[in-house]
């Protein structure tokens, strides 16, 4: 079956490491995007990717960084720069096509202590 | 910019009973509209969507109407079954190429038996 794997489901590190949050599609889907979802807040959103080798800040990109060297593949770190990066985090993918709707992973809980 | 709002919650039910989010948007053009649906630690799952005005989506007994002249976009369900239990997403895609998705901030929806 086609979709987007997120790995782990949940992460613990401490606070002043980075982390490495992974993000997989089998859906040939150009773009790729991350959302940060905290309590009340809705979805945020990060990065954005659509298409191999560029990406674009979201509204919340301080303290992250990602790449995308493969179509399938848009990994997300979590630098010890990002001051509350306790959050759940979700993966999604779209064709490039007008109205396409996002498609998403199960997402991340990242604890950081 | 573009944004959506939608109704606060939580949004508590009894089987059976009539539901109705609201959701109205601000956008320039002709934007694409969603509904998502999140079940407790997954990640959202589209639900309806419509591309266009006086467009009607539907899904499992969900539906929601593109009016363009209230810029609104409001999911309707007949009967609520506690399954529908969930946190429930309004969302645009701007007539951008290369642009994100914007999501309101979610709805929860409690279903009792």
């Known amino acids: 079956d086609g979709g987007i794997t997120q790995s782990p489901k949940y992460l613990f590190r401490k606070e002043g490491q980075n982390v490495t949050l992974s993000c997989e599609q089998n859906?040939?889907?150009?773009?790729m995007y991350w959302y940060r979802q905290d309590p009340g807040q809705g979805l945020r959103l990060i990065y954005y990717s659509q298409i191999v080798n560029d990406f674009q800040k979201g509204d919340i990109a301080e303290g992250y960084s990602v790449s995308r060297e493969k179509k399938e593949s848009f990994p997300l770190t979590v630098t010890s720069a990002q001051k509350n990066p306790t959050a759940f985090y979700l993966c999604?993918?779209?064709?490039?096509?007008?109205?396409?709707?996002?498609?998403f992973g199960n997402g991340t809980r990242l604890t950081v202590t | 910019g573009d944004s959506v709002t939608q109704m606060e919650g939580p949004v508590t039910l009894s089987e059976e009973a009539f539901l109705t989010i609201n959701c109205t948007y601000t956008a320039t053009g002709y934007p694409s509209l969603f509904w998502y649906v999140q079940y407790p630690g997954e990640g959202l799952q589209l639900l309806l969507k419509?591309?266009?005005?006086?467009d009607k989506g539907s899904n499992k007994g969900f539906e929601a109407t593109y009016r363009k002249e209230t810029t609104s976009f409001h999911l309707e369900k007949g009967s609520v079954q506690v399954s529908d239990s969930a946190v429930y997403f309004c969302?645009?895609?701007?007539?951008?190429?290369?642009?994100?998705?914007?999501f309101g901030k979610g709805t929860t929806l409690s279903v009792s038996s």
């Open positions: 859906l040939n889907h150009d773009a």
């Open positions: 969302a645009l895609s701007p007539n951008q190429a290369g642009t994100a998705l914007i």
């Open positions: 419509a591309t266009k005005a006086d």
């Open positions: 999604a993918s779209r064709e490039t096509g007008g109205g396409s709707p996002l498609h």
